[in-house]
């Protein structure tokens, strides 16, 4: 089911403009690349699907180069361990706190090594549950049971974990769901039809939700 909103005029703007997914390349050894065909099965999902006909393609960077800043929706993801520098620690708290977006999908094994990068980028700060009712879960399709569970990791439920700069949501945190999985290519996972399509129609939520919140 779609919802379907007023979309301000700001927006109206971002949706003739073309718009990038800019994947994170970090070190300490974990595979920040993998599930390589998600990224541009949910872009192509979103432009088949919705009025950003603009969306094109995935750019990988690192935190420190220079045009880090200029991308409004920052991706990470892997199954190991995730190690950011000092300066990428520094660059991520600012452009964070300047209008950035970071969604970092938990694929299974990058849980701990992540919730102890971001707690050196936000020290005073904690991830809170969002709840089925927050409207990142409504923001184009309608997901009454919130953030859908592609792959099972340790028998837990999915969870929606953000944390929050002057009341915007700056990090999306989606643990125990493996959005990235759902979104790749059908005979990677063998995955049921209807789970992928949740995986992405939530994919386009959280796109949109971070471009207009």
């Known amino acids: ?3 379907y909103v007023f979309i301000p005029i700001l927006f109206c703007s971002l949706l003739s403009q073309e718009f990038s997914i800019a994947r994170i ?10 599930d390589p065909s998600s990224l541009p099965n949910l872009l192509a999902y979103l ?32 199954h190991g361990n995730i190690r950011f520098s000092n300066n990428e620690i520094i660059a991520l708290r600012s452009i964070l706190s300047n209008g950035g ?9 990058m849980d ?11 020290p005073n700060k ?27 990791h340790d028998n837990r439920p999915p969870q929606a974990l953000g944390i929050f700069e002057n009341n915007k949501l ?22 049921p039809p209807e789970i992928r399509d949740a995986a992405l129609k939530m994919g386009v939520n959280i796109i949109y939700y971070a471009l207009t919140q």
């Open 1 to 3: 089911m779609k919802i």
């Open 25 to 34: 390349q970090y070190g300490g050894g974990g595979d920040w690349y993998c």
């Open 47 to 78: 432009k088949a699907n919705t009025s950003m006909s603009q969306a094109s393609k995935e750019v990988r960077i690192k935190l420190t180069d220079s045009n880090a800043k200029q991308f409004p929706y920052l991706y990470i993801t892997g």
């Open 101 to 109: 977006f970071l969604h970092a999908d938990d694929n299974y094994g």
């Open 112 to 122: 701990k090594s992540f919730r102890r990068e971001i707690k050196k980028v936000f």
């Open 126 to 152: 904690k991830f809170v549950e969002l709840p089925h009712s927050h409207p990142i879960f409504s923001s184009y399709y309608k997901l009454k049971n919130g953030l859908p569970k592609v792959h099972e």
């Open 170 to 191: 700056v990090v999306l945190y989606t643990y125990e769901s493996d959005l990235g999985d759902g979104w790749e290519d059908a005979t990677v996972h063998n995955d």
